[in-house]
């Protein structure tokens, strides 16, 4: 769904423009962090194997891409909030945007590499919450990773849900001063009539990715509490619980290429409607042109005369 998402925006060249542009990033760090959760699972070893290389390094690609995720979306509700409450457009900001999101989430996915955390985690691959030793009888014994579920806490889950419900606490209320400013009839700071109706337009296209943080905190929050309740009984999740949290990750990478798809689809609707009236308002100011001048009037009076007669027509 991501990938087909790019495909159309790229084939609409939408791109041209910086709303879809963020979209695009959005959608391209989704598309990342569910290759690298789908090689996650597929390298985790078999039980009394060792981690593979593979499952460290797709462990963390989906811890490095999961923060692209995030990251991005706090840059994307700041840039959101300050467009729509201060009217400040910070499009040249995008080249920051992108650089700050894909520089922090190095630092985050570095340190467990270098304490050697990563390996087989719950059903994945990821920082490991239980270490496995050698029994007498050649078994492997699962006992609690104190320094792992630290990491889990302090590398993921702690400041995510803190960044991803104040980008929800800002999205609400980002849209109740909208919603006052509606109300109160456009009570709007004094700007010239092109530049307000260049920023209500750019508004119209930002506007839909407002959803992105609050399905993120959504779908975050069963995986949360599923690593809330490893951490106090450490025991393996009930089996239930263990298949909600692969079903929220999996919707967590998918939303938005979802979310891009349904916006493009709108928009080319509309744009096939907006022609469709065009077109029968053309027709109708042809048709009384041509009768006007039927009667031998003058070229300016036909022109004068089809403009009083200028009707839009029935939707219908």
């Keep these: 769904l991501c990938a087909s998402s790019i495909i159309c925006l790229v084939l609409l060249r939408l791109y041209t423009k910086s709303s879809y542009r963020l979209a695009l990033y959005q959608v391209s760090s ?4 569910g290759a690298a959760v789908f090689g996650a699972f597929y390298s985790f070893p078999n039980s009394g194997s060792p981690p593979s290389t593979y499952c460290m390094v797709f ?6 891409t999961v923060w692209v995720q995030i990251v991005f979306t706090a840059c994307l509700t700041s840039h959101l909030f300050c467009l729509s409450v201060f009217y400040k457009n910070l499009a040249k900001c995008e080249p920051t945007y992108v650089l700050f999101s ?3 989430p190095l630092v985050l996915a570095i340190v467990p590499l270098t304490t ?4 087989p985690s719950d059903v994945w691959c990821w920082i490991q919450s239980l270490n496995y030793i050698n ?6 014994i699962p006992e609690p990773n104190f320094n792992g579920k630290v990491e889990q806490m302090a590398l993921l889950y702690g400041p995510a849900f803190a960044i991803l419900l104040a980008c929800s606490g800002g999205v609400i209320v980002m849209g109740i001063i909208l919603a006052c400013r509606a109300f109160k009839n456009g009570a709007a700071p004094a700007v ?12 119209k296209q930002l506007l839909p990715l407002t959803v992105y943080p609050i399905i993120f905190f959504l779908f975050f929050l069963t995986p949360f509490a599923n690593r809330l309740y490893m951490i106090r009984e450490d025991n393996v999740p009930p089996e239930s619980l263990t298949y ?4 929220f990750i999996t919707s967590w990478s998918m939303a938005p290429g979802v979310g891009l798809l349904v916006h493009m689809a709108i928009i080319f609707f509309n744009t096939r409607k907006r022609r469709g009236c065009g077109r029968k308002v053309r027709n109708y100011v042809s048709i009384d042109e041509e009768s006007i001048a039927t009667r031998g009037t003058s070229q300016r009076t036909v022109s004068v005369t089809s403009a009083t007669h200028y009707v839009i027509p029935d939707e219908t």
């Design 102 to 104: 894909l520089l922090v």
């Design 59 to 64: 462990a963390f690609v989906a811890q490095y």
């Design 192 to 203: 010239t009539n092109s530049g307000q109706q260049h920023h209500q337009q750019l508004l």
């Design 30 to 33: 989704s598309l990342l962090f």
């Design 116 to 119: 050697k955390s990563y390996g």
């Design 244 to 247: 909600a949290v692969v079903f």
């Design 135 to 140: 029994s007498t009888n050649g078994t492997m």
